[in-house]
Nanobody, 119 residues
Framework: VQLAESGGALVQPGGSLRLSCRNS????????MSWIRQAPGKDLEWVSS????????HLADSVKGRFTISQDNAKNTVYLQMNSLKPEDTAMYYC?????????????WGQGTQVTVSS
């Protein structure tokens, strides 16, 4: 599994971004895929997961109604559509394979992509 994120940028509050995570090492259908973020000086925070080849999605309460996770199996890519962005969404966003209650449940991680929400 080799994960590579892209799409991070500086955006104004209320704006939108779409993050992408491409798995170049294996087919996505074989994995649960997740987005995790880390704000400066804070702990890792789980954001969203997509399971069962894209048939089931989970979102953290802090992003429900604003973020959407999806995947394109043909492109082996997972997306995180982020709308109505807030300054508190500022963080490094990581794509990871896995899903669970502890960080050890996430096997492979990308290098991260920076999202900054600021006016």
């Amino acid at each position: 599994v080799q994960l590579a994120e892209s799409g991070g940028a500086l955006v104004q509050p209320g704006g939108s971004l779409r993050l992408s995570c491409r798995n170049s090492g294996d087919t996505l259908i074989n994995y649960y895929m997740s987005w995790i973020r880390q704000a400066p000086g804070k702990d890792l925070e789980w954001v969203s997961s997509i399971l069962n080849g894209g048939r089931k999605q989970h979102l953290a309460d802090s992003v429900k109604g604003r973020f959407t996770i999806s995947q394109d199996n043909a492109k082996n890519t997972v997306y995180l559509q982020m709308n109505s962005l807030k300054p508190e969404d500022t963080a490094m966003y990581y794509c990871a394979s896995g899903y669970g209650g502890t960080w050890s449940d996430f096997d492979y991680w990308g290098q991260g992509t920076q999202v900054t929400v600021s006016s």
